[in-house]
């Protein structure tokens, strides 16, 4: 029996030193729960704000960087709408002189021919020319003689005393001036009254 009794012993000691780790468990889990305890209401309010703020800022860069986008977008399509249109402009004002010829051809037509058919295709022609260029926005500018004289629509190209006509009043168109969409293209070559 000493053999049991050595062996309860033996057992009771044991116990015994576990029961000092258990207690010492239980110091240790009791602080660390008074280190993980739940933050007051004034920290939660207070990373609460923070977060908000946060938020609030992000949204803030996102919604500039939208707008941003949006005024690039807008603005490369202005940029291309540009470009297409000065590209027309070039076009039209190598087209300008071949006009100005039509122009020139029928004018001096001989009273004898005026009704020949040879003509009267020219005629078409040139109706058909200047039909295309208004479709793409072309017009005349306005330089008859008595017409004011406007530097930003037309050149002068002689300037006189005239007796029928008052000072800056325009005598005599010698070329025709264009404006495309309504930006002067070629300004109306014209004589002037002084």
Known sequence: ???????????QEQAQEEQPETTAQAEANS???????????EELMSQLDEAR??????????????AEFQNFRKRKEREM???????????????LPVL?????????VPEDLKDHDFVKGIELIERKFWGVLEQEGVTPI??????PFDPAEHEA???????EFESGQIIEEYQRGYK???RVIRPARVRVAQ
């Open 100 to 108: 100005d010829d039509f122009h020139r051809a029928l004018a001096n």
């Open 81 to 95: 709408q540009e470009f297409e249109q000065r590209a027309n402009e070039r076009l039209i004002l190598k087209l």
């Open 180 to 182: 495309h969409r309504g």
């Open 31 to 41: 602080e660390a729960a008074e280190a993980t305890e739940t933050p007051s209401t």
């Open 53 to 66: 703020r946060q938020a609030e800022e992000y949204l803030d860069n996102w919604r500039r960087t939208a």
């Open 142 to 147: 306005e330089s008859s003689p008595g017409t």
């Open 157 to 163: 190209l002689l300037s006189e005393e005239h007796d």
């Open 1 to 11: 029996m000493t053999k049991e009794k050595e062996q309860q012993h033996v057992e």
